[in-house]
């Protein structure tokens, strides 16, 4: 018997225009947490799918107890022992827990004695037993759309755990969870080790990759650079290997000055009783004002009720102190608004267009000649300046942008934005999901805009970045903004203080 449960060896796969994987190597023992890192772009999830049976690999070999095997597809993935949480999550919204747990092998039972047909009731009692052993008190037959995007992915999670795999594949699985989530992961991780089972864990958290993991591998330009015993290693070590230099600063230098205030929100109520109330706060020109709460803060929807999305029962927005009349996002854009949605698949790209597209789509009125016909040249000439300004990783705008890394498919929402010239620009999680390096340089971009005079809103759970990039903090809680923190005094402690502060 081989010491490893699965290998892929010699692992090559190529896009159009991009070779992905180049002779990449992967070694999985039993009853380990091994990590995968690199920076987005790296290949990181390309390697996953090629083990799950989404995309068929171009050379290499799959060997699952020193067997050679040939993984057709997620299905036969699945009767291999081999499952996987995705980082972007595909629930379907409109079915229960229990019908997305039990997709595709539903239990069944004998109608009539012939026809099959599914088993509903053992089918809740099973996801019932599998909420409990998961540590998870949901109602399997409530619908997975009334969840929140933390609250799927711990349903994605406890689905593939339902399929008694040998190797699970986590996908940046703490993306969207909050700190007693993240730790309610990590004991299921731990029981599973303790099954045998082998844990692929992607994730650009370095923290977690150091207490979670024991062996790490590290990819660079869709390359295996290497693989290490997690004991011993450090923070810059995995950076170093990951972007192929040493990265000495987080954040980058702030040269930003904020001005006079130019945004005002007073007093915004949400029409949803449990949502956001009586908020309000101002933006000045060139600020970079950063948003914290817990999960449930309701920091999300306040943004999106000021971008039109939601309906409201009291507030006004104003820009240099005339009123913003904001009803839906199109009023928002029109006056010089933009928003970075969080939730990057579900409400940013559109993965079946190309990156020209979705850089286009929301200023495409700017590119009309005689209002009717689309300026292609100035279009290509748009997306060029955002590739080279951005530095976006694709082969040419006509690409999709479904085949992008995380980290570029974000680089390409943003010039989205830029190309309206917005006035205000509100960043939903702008680095949720992107490696080390391209937080980086999406830090560069967001404060660059700040230095030319535009009113950033950022949105963040990470700690790190709010006291990194931010000129003040605004906390909130519970629908409440419960303060305000200059950025020079912001600590982990005192914004913790003003995100808990319930009524």
Not at 126 to 133: F, I, Q, R, S, W
Not at 299 to 312: K, N, P, V, W, Y
Request: hydrophobic content about 40%; charged content about 25%.
């Amino acid at each position: 018997m081989s010491e490893y449960l699965l290998e892929m060896r010699d692992v090559c796969k190529s896009f159009p225009g991009v070779k992905a994987l180049d002779h990449v190597q992967l070694r999985l023992r039993p009853g380990k947490v091994h990590a995968l890192m690199g920076e987005n772009g790296a290949g990181k999830s390309t390697l996953m799918k090629c083990m799950f049976g989404i995309y068929k690999m171009d050379e290499g070999t799959v060997l699952m107890d020193g067997e050679e095997v040939h993984i057709k597809d997620p299905m036969d993935a699945l009767n291999h022992g081999i499952a996987m949480v995705h980082q972007e999550l595909q629930p379907i919204p409109a079915r229960t827990i229990g019908e997305n747990i039990f997709l595709g092998r539903y239990p069944l039972k004998k109608f009539l004695g012939f026809f099959p047909v599914v088993d509903h009731k053992k089918m809740y009692e099973d996801t019932e037993k599998l909420m409990k052993k998961v540590r998870m008190d949901f109602d399997p037959k409530r619908k997975l759309g009334e969840l929140s995007i933390s609250q799927m992915q711990s349903v994605e999670i406890a689905k593939a755990v339902s399929a008694n795999c040998r190797v699970l594949i986590l996908d940046e699985p703490t993306s969207s969870l909050t700190q007693n989530e993240v730790d309610a992961l990590f004991r299921i991780v731990e029981d599973l080790k303790e099954d045998g089972v082998a844990i692929v864990y992607i994730s650009h958290k370095m923290d977690e990759i150091l207490r979670i993991s024991d062996e790490v591998t590290i990819m660079r330009d869709g390359q295996y650079i290497g693989t290490w015993d997690s004991s011993g290693l450090t923070t810059d070590f995995i950076i170093t290997k990951m972007v192929g230099r040493e990265l000495t600063n987080l954040y980058p230098e702030r040269h930003n000055e904020p001005g006079e205030v130019v945004f005002e929100v007073k007093d915004f109520t949400s029409i949803n009783p449990k949502s956001f109330r009586h908020a309000s706060f101002s933006v000045r020109k060139g600020e970079i004002l950063g948003v914290a709460g817990l999960v449930g803060a309701q920091r999300t929807e306040l943004m999106e009720g000021i971008f039109g999305i939601r309906s409201r029962v009291s507030g006004t927005v104003s820009y240099r102190g005339k009123e913003m009349k904001i009803r839906r996002p199109k009023d928002a854009i029109d006056s010089g608004v933009a928003m970075l949605t969080e939730d990057r698949r579900g409400s940013g790209i559109m993965g079946v267009l190309s990156v020209a597209d979705n850089i286009s789509i929301a200023s495409l009125n700017k590119y009309l000649d005689m209002g009717i016909v689309l300026n292609s040249k100035k279009i290509d000439e748009l997306v060029e300046t955002n590739r080279q300004k951005m530095n976006i990783k694709t082969p040419s705008g006509k690409t999709l942008i479904q085949s992008l890394s995380g980290g570029n498919q974000q680089k390409v929402l943003v010039g989205r934005w830029l190309a309206n010239d917005p006035e205000v620009l509100i960043l939903d999680e702008p680095t949720r999901g992107i490696d080390v390096g391209a937080k980086y340089e999406i830090y560069v971009i967001i404060e660059e805009l700040a230095r030319q005079g535009k009113s950033i809103i950022m949105i963040s759970s990470e700690m790190g970045e709010l006291i990194g990039m931010s000129d003040r903090i605004m906390v909130m809680c519970d629908g409440r903004v419960t303060g305000f923190i200059d950025g020079k005094d912001a600590t982990q402690e005192n914004i913790m203080a003003l995100a808990t502060q319930f009524e």
